[in-house]
């Protein structure tokens, strides 16, 4: 028996316009219905997430951030973490900075 299916966000779970069609939401939420879990995988930021409240009776598990952050759709709080320690990536910042002054890096700090 299935236990769960998981599915990334943007261009799959999600179409071009960055919506949910109502074909994956039913998807869902039949899922849920029949006991088994959806989890979504994306490399979004957990504070993207917005367009998941139509599967909140769902109660999907979410992996945010590349699967660094498990977060909790219902209660809007993250459930864990892997994080970078901050002076680490800062010396990665500046010998990657130091390689090529023209690269532009981003970093999401909880």
Do not use: C, Q
């Amino acid at each position: 028996m299935i236990k769960a299916i998981a599915s990334d966000l943007d261009g799959t779970f999600l179409g071009a316009d960055g919506l949910p069609s109502e074909r994956n939401l039913a998807v869902v939420r039949r899922a849920a219905e029949v006991g088994v879990r959806t989890i979504f995988a994306t490399g979004r930021p957990f504070r993207w997430l917005d367009v998941l409240r139509p599967v909140l009776d769902a109660d999907p598990l979410v992996l945010a951030s590349n699967g660094a952050v498990r977060y909790d759709l219902h209660r809007h709080e993250v459930i864990s973490a892997d994080l970078i320690d901050p002076e680490a990536a800062l010396e990665v910042v500046a010998d990657i900075r130091a390689s090529d002054p023209k690269l532009m890096l981003l970093l999401e700090l909880l």
